[in-house]
């Protein structure tokens, strides 16, 4: 596994205050210019901006996302596109532009509270001519009215006497990576104001952006030249001038009128500390019930708190139509499509602290219900078959041929073949049910994604006569290294414990929901013959498990591969995929992420300590720890925890926590690890807290790390929240150590 220098004293400091509540960049190192940018991303539900600087950099990667703004593409069908950077702030000093590629950079801080939401950036410069200046930067992006956003630029004479400019614009037509999208309808500007029409080629969605530039200093002349705005003032030593930039946006996804609508909400905003306090008194509320207290490490402290800001910050508030991507609004990985990590690893976050938040990430599936159906129609098979790429309509949107290095088409087979999206599904909506007790919600929408998707699985098995079993052939699980086997652990199981759960939400659904369920038992054809088979499939569906040991053979197969020591590879900077190529990695026993450990972590409650065990040990020296998959430590830290193993966990555990932070994988330039993200959260509260569910709600069973002395939190269980306050010396971490803490409500 990949070893962390970052696990010491030294580099916390580097990273954070004492109270793990700042993220500080101490100094500006070109060579992490990308890196940075996304770990100072803000968002606040409806878009995301990269962290870049106001005034540029050479080769910087400036990005707004907004959720649900999809274009047209080749090959990948549609990307999330990059939007209109409204952060333009050109500043010369005596006709000298500032920028941190020029002149000498004396001091330079930037940091993000991630209590408030806040990005500033305090940076002593001195120009080509010798004349110093200080420049002190903030912003956000609004939490209160997440149409508003607001940048403040101080700046302060050190020893230069002469004139200040600020331009401020709009960059209208900017490229994703390098695709342009945009096309200008109207731009323009008029004394403080200045505005931009502007529409996507294709999908043609159109976005209105109007910006106001504002300052409190008497001394600053502010005018309008073509579509920008520029303010000018005369500097004297020991002087400070500031100006305030605010910008309102809006889509057509929102309003038929979006231009008019960002000039109004433009001209109805109050001043900037205003909005600033509306938006800290937003983020505060969310930390009253999200924070998660760890004493005695100051480092896991405040990756924990940063992965979960930027979860709550990306989680869509007012639209049920978007999800979460994978790099949620930070970067253009996998182009802003959505996958299975939303329900499996973000969800939990949302479910147990902001249910509200869950339940929209979960309509947006039942809203592209009719494309799964499709999907199944078209593949030949019965009921419904989600995506496994999604974007803003719900059909399938992997790409099926991709060019590789050489030019060569490679089939991609994921949206054909990595089915288990349709239980990961499931799953994550009755999870949402047992916790929240939704009833209304799970009789109105999930319980016909449950059981519809149900349907495709009864289609989707074959009947072995050897072994006078189920098989589902052909299918590709978790781990990605291994495409187009049979019988695939994880997705057996879950199909096994997804079949016999429609079977009991059938029956609740018919008492409680009469008429639904009789609406249901007619479109989806459900009777009780099927019923049956449903429970006759989940019986005798093939898993491949040592009765003795209760080891799981992860497909057909697996067991028979060649097996590799990873320490003979313990230079490498790359996947072993990326070693070996795709086609010998499939030929060993390669991992690229947990798939028999991860399917028994969330079927947790259905296997014992000895099948755990056994399967720990087989298959963690075979997994790709260093550069498989980002969403394996997390899952890996958990499953220690459930051995009682704290010490092994917290490695796997910080090697997640700290991926963005501290660039573990060399790949944080694409964007935030949203599933690595929701994975954290997991790990400190299924893993260290030993959180399980009861009929009653949660309890606790914590197995801390040795350098945590208190670990504290707070979740939902059906309107009710449950506070957790563990110590160390009543942890659960050893077999004689059983007591289970129940939290006070």
Request: glycine residues 6%.
């Amino acid at each position: 596994m990949l070893h962390l220098a970052a696990h010491n004293s030294g580099q916390a400091h580097n990273l954070t205050d004492s109270k793990g509540t700042h993220v500080i960049e101490r100094g500006f190192d070109p060579q992490k210019l990308h890196h940075q940018e996304t770990v100072f991303n803000l968002s606040n539900g409806y878009l995301g901006t990269r962290g870049t600087f106001e005034e540029g950099y050479p080769r910087d990667s400036p990005a707004t996302m907004i959720h649900g703004v999809y274009d047209d593409v080749e090959i990948a069908k549609t990307e999330l596109v990059n939007c209109p950077n409204w952060l333009a702030l050109t500043i010369t000093i005596d006709e000298q532009r500032f920028g941190m590629e020029s002149g000498e950079i004396l001091t330079y801080e930037r940091g993000l509270d991630l209590r408030l939401g806040v990005l500033s950036r305090n940076v002593r410069w001195r120009s080509p001519k010798g004349q110093t200046v200080e420049f002190n930067f903030e912003r956000f992006v609004s939490l209160a009215d997440c149409h508003t956003l607001a940048i403040r630029c101080q700046i302060t004479s050190i020893d230069f006497e002469g004139e200040v400019k600020i331009t401020s614009g709009f960059n209208a037509e900017p490229t994703t990576q390098r695709r342009p999208h945009w096309k200008t309808i109207e731009r323009g500007s008029k004394d403080s104001v200045m505005w931009l029409h502007t529409q996507t080629k294709s999908s043609q969605i159109q976005l209105g952006m109007a910006a106001k530039l504002t300052t409190q200093d008497d001394e600053f002349v502010i005018s309008s030249t073509d579509s920008e705005v520029e303010a000018k003032c005369y500097c004297l030593p020991g002087q400070t001038f500031g100006i305030e930039k605010v910008v309102t946006v809006f889509t057509s996804r929102d309003t038929e009128i979006p231009l008019d609508i960002a000039l109004d909400r433009l001209a109805e905003n109050p001043s900037y500390p205003s909005l600033l306090a509306a938006h800290i008194a937003a983020w505060d509320l969310l930390w009253k019930d999200n924070d998660v207290i760890i004493e005695g490490d100051t480092l896991a402290q405040l990756s924990v708190r940063y992965n979960i800001f930027q979860l709550l910050a990306v989680a869509p508030r007012n639209d049920d139509r978007v999800s979460i991507p994978p790099k949620t609004l930070s970067g253009f990985g996998y182009r802003g499509h959505i996958f299975w990590d939303t329900e499996i690893f973000i969800l939990p976050l949302l479910v147990l602290t902001q249910p509200a938040l869950a339940r929209n990430l979960l309509n947006y599936r039942y809203h592209n219900l009719p494309q799964a159906r499709l999907k199944a129609q078209e593949m030949g098979f019965e009921g419904a078959m989600f995506a496994w790429e999604s974007a803003d309509t719900g059909e399938e949107v992997t790409p099926r041929w991709v060019p590789d290095p050489n030019g060569k088409m490679v089939r991609i087979w994921c949206g054909d073949l990595e089915i288990h999206i349709n239980s990961d599904i499931a799953y994550a909506a009755w999870q949402y049910w047992k916790i929240t007790g939704d009833d209304e919600w799970m009789g109105s929408y999930g319980a016909e994604m449950f059981l519809d998707t149900a349907n495709f699985w009864e289609s989707r098995v074959e009947w072995n006569e050897t072994r006078n079993c189920y098989d589902i052939r052909d299918v590709i699980g978790p781990d990605e290294n291994h495409d187009r086997v049979d019988n695939n652990a994880f997705t057996n199981l879950m199909v096994r414990w997804h079949l016999k759960s429609a079977i009991t939400l059938w029956e609740w659904l018919s008492q409680g929901y009469p008429e639904t369920a009789s609406h249901l038992a007619n479109t989806l054809k459900i009777s009780p013959e099927k019923l049956q088979n449903w429970a006759e499939i989940a019986e005798q569906i093939f898993i491949n498990i040592d009765s003795s040991t209760g080891l799981i053979e992860q497909f057909d197969g697996f067991f028979d591969l060649e097996y590799i020591n990873f320490a003979d590879y313990e230079s490498r900077k790359t996947s072993m995929q990326g070693l070996l190529g795709v086609e010998e990695t499939s030929k060993k026993q390669i991992l690229k992420q947990p798939d028999v450990l991860m399917v028994l972590y969330l079927l947790r409650d259905l296997y014992d300590k000895q099948t755990l065990q056994a399967n720990w040990d087989y298959y963690t020296p075979r997994t790709d720890h260093s550069y498989g998959s980002s969403l394996g430590p997390a899952i890996n830290a958990i499953v220690a925890c459930d051995l009682k193993q704290p010490e092994t966990a917290y490695d796997h555990f910080m090697q997640a926590a700290l991926v963005d932070l501290v660039n573990v994988r060399l790949n944080a330039n694409d964007g935030v690890h949203a599933a690595s993200a929701g994975g954290v959260w997991q790990a400190v509260i299924f893993g260290f807290g030993g959180i399980r569910m009861t009929e009653s709600g949660p309890v606790a069973c914590a197995k801390l790390p040795a350098n945590w002395k208190r670990l504290q939190f707070k979740l939902k269980w059906r309107d009710q929240w449950h506070e957790f306050d563990l110590r160390l010396e009543l942890a659960c971490n050893n077999d004689e150590t059983t007591e289970v803490f129940q939290a006070s409500a």
